[in-house]
C-alpha cells in the first residue's frame, strides 16, 4: 500500500511464530532488507507489521528499507488501517477511530471513506516535542531552535529541530526544491554527528502562507516520495516562524498532505491510502 506515494509492505503477523523469521537470518530486519529492495525484491520504502496491542487493538511495528526499526510513520499509519480494517483485524470504535500502538506512542486514526472503501484518514500526529534533548540534536538549551546554522557538503542551511516521535531537521530555502542536491546533502545530513539517533530531513519552499513544497530525505530509506511526520514537523516549524497560519497544504512529490496546528497540542494530518497489489514471498 502508499500514502501519496510513501509504500510499504504490509503483514499480517499475529499468528507467526515468535522465532519467524528467524533471527540466525536476520530476522525481520533482514527480510524488510530483501523485500524493500526495488531490484531484487518487491520494492518498497519498508516493512510493517500488523500485531496485537497491549492497550490498543492493533499494533504497528515498521522496518526501513535498510533494515532499521522506526518508530512511526504517518503515511504507513494509515495504509496499515485500511490494511486491517479491509481484513477484519481492527475496527473503528464507537468515536470513529481506530487506536494504533507504535514506538512513539498511542496514534488515534480516523478512516475516511469513498463508495464504501477507506480512501483517506485524519490522522492525530500527537505533539510536536520540541526541546533538543527530546529530539534528539546535540545543541543546548530549552528550545524550539528554529534557525540552527549549519554547512553540509559546502552548502549552508538554516536548521528547525522537531521531533514527532521521530527526529527531523527542516530547511526553509530559496532554491526549488525540485533543483536541492537531495541525494548528495541528505545521506550526509541523516548521519551528521549532531544527530545521535540520526535524522529525517526536509527541505521547503514557501509557495504562501497556506501552501508549502517538500522534499523529504528520509532515515534508513533515502528519499521518499512523501512523509507524514515529516510534513508534521514542517508545519509545525513554519507556524512556529511565523510563516504560515493553522492550516497548511504541503505538496510533496506523491501528492498533497493536508496539515493543521494552532500554535500548541496535536498536530493533525489528512491524507490518501492505496491498496496496490497483494503478493506471496517465496520464503
Known amino acids: ?42 520494492g518498497a520504502d519498508g516493512l510493517i507489521l500488523a500485531l496485537p496491542g497491549e492497550k490498543a487493538s492493533l499494533r504497528m511495528r515498521m522496518f ?66 520540541l526541546a533538543p534533548a527530546e529530539v534528539p540534536v546535540k545543541v ?3 528550545g524550539p531552535v528554529l534557525d540552527h546554522p549549519l554547512t553540509v557538503d559546502g552548502v549552508e542551511l538554516r536548521l528547525a529541530f522537531v521531533s514527532m516521535g521521530n527526529p527531523h531537521a ?57 512523509c507524514s511526520t515529516g510534513a508534521s514537523a514542517v508545519a509545525v516549524a513554519a507556524r512556529l516562524k511565523g510563516l504560515t497560519g493553522d492550516h497548511v497544504d504541503i505538496t510533496l512529490p506523491g501528492g498533497v498532505l493536508k496539515l493543521e496546528w494552532p500554535g500548541h497540542g496535536d498536530v493533525w494530518l489528512e491524507g490518501p491510502a492505496q491498496e496496490v497489489y497483494t503478493a506471496e514471498w517465496p520464503d
Open 1 to 42: 500500500l502508499h500514502g501519496a506515494g510513501n509504500d510499504y509492505l504490509f503483514v499480517d503477523a499475529r499468528g507467526l511464530k515468535k522465532d519467524w523469521p528467524p533471527v540466525r537470518a536476520g530476522g525481520w530486519p533482514a527480510l524488510s532488507r530483501a523485500m524493500s529492495d526495488r531490484h531484487f525484491g518487491a
Open 170 to 226: 527542516v530547511a526553509f530555502i530559496e532554491t526549488p526544491v525540485a533543483e536541492f542536491p537531495l541525494h548528495t546533502i541528505g545521506p550526509k545530513m541523516e548521519r551528521h554527528p549532531l544527530f545521535p539517533r540520526r535524522v529525517n530531513f526536509e527541505i521547503v519552499n514557501v509557495a504562501d502562507r497556506g501552501h508549502l513544497r517538500q522534499r523529504t530525505w528520509e532515515r534508513g530509506s533515502g528519499e521518499t516520495l512523501a
Open 64 to 129: 526501513n528499507a535498510d533494515g532499521s526499526e522506526a518508530e512511526m510513520c504517518g503515511n504507513g499509519v494509515r495504509c496499515l488501517v485500511k490494511f486491517a480494517i479491509e481484513r477484519g483485524i481492527a475496527h473503528p470504535g464507537a468515536d470513529g477511530f481506530v487506536d494504533v500502538e507504535t514506538l512513539a506512542g498511542l496514534i488515534r486514526v480516523a478512516p475516511i471513506y469513498h463508495d464504501g472503501r477507506m480512501a483517506a484518514a485524519r490522522v492525530n500526529m500527537g505533539a510536536p516535542r
Open 140 to 142: 543546548k538549551g530549552p
